[in-house]
C-alpha cells in the first residue's frame, strides 16, 4: 500500500491566481501525474483532489485498492480511472456557478459493497494438485466470467471439490487458505490480490 509518487503539473493560472480563473477553463482540464501500487483508494483520490484545491468527501462503503499510472491526464480523466479502479463514482460539487476549485467539493460513492451482487449464486468442479493461480482461473471459467489474478498470489498445488456450492464460499475458503482478497463487479469479472 504505498505510494510511489504523487506529481500535479497545474497550469501557471492555477497556481498564480486561483480565484480569476476564466470562466471557459474547466478546472477537471488540470494536467495530473499519478503512481500508485494497491493504494488505498480514498487516499489516492484526496490526494487529487487536495492536490488541485478541491476539499474531498468520501460516502461510507468499501473501495477497492487501486494500482494505476498516469502520465500528464487531465483530472477529470485520471479521477474517471481512478473510481474505474476502486469501484467509485464521483461527482465535483461547486458553492457558486463559477468552477472555483477553493469552492469546490469531490464526492466520491463506493458502488454496491455486496462483492458477490450478480455474481453466479452456485458452482461445482473438481482440481487435483493444480496451481493456485490455475484454481481461480478454473473457478472463473467454470462460472463463465472474466478473471485477474495477482501474479504475487502463492502458487502451491490445491486440491478441491465442490459440487453446487455457493460462489461466495468457495472464493473465501480458498482466499482464506491463499491468503488473498478477492472481488466481483459485473463489468469487469473476479479479482484477485493478495493480502498485504
Known sequence: MSRHALLLIVAGSVLIAPNVRAAAQ???DVRVTIDYRNAQAADVIGALA??????VEVAAGDLRPVTITLTNVRLGTALNAVCDNAS???SLQFSS????PQQGVLKVTPLAN?????LPPRV?????????????????????????????????PVSLTFKDAATADVLNMI?????????????????????R
Open 26 to 28: 474547466d478546472p477537471l
Open 50 to 55: 487536495r492536490a488541485a484545491g478541491f476539499d
Open 88 to 90: 467509485c463514482r464521483w
Open 97 to 100: 456557478t463559477t468552477p472555483i
Open 114 to 118: 455486496d462483492r458477490s451482487t450478480a
Open 124 to 156: 461445482s468442479f473438481d482440481l487435483h494438485d493444480t496451481p493456485a493461480r490455475d484454481v481461480f482461473r478454473a473457478l472463473a471459467a467454470a462460472i463463465d466470467i472474466p478473471v485477474t489474478v495477482d501474479p504475487d498470489l502463492p502458487n502451491g
Open 175 to 195: 482466499c482464506n487458505i491463499q491468503q488473498c482478497d478477492w472481488s466481483f463487479d459485473p463489468a469487469y469479472g473476479l479479482r484477485v490480490t493478495k493480502k
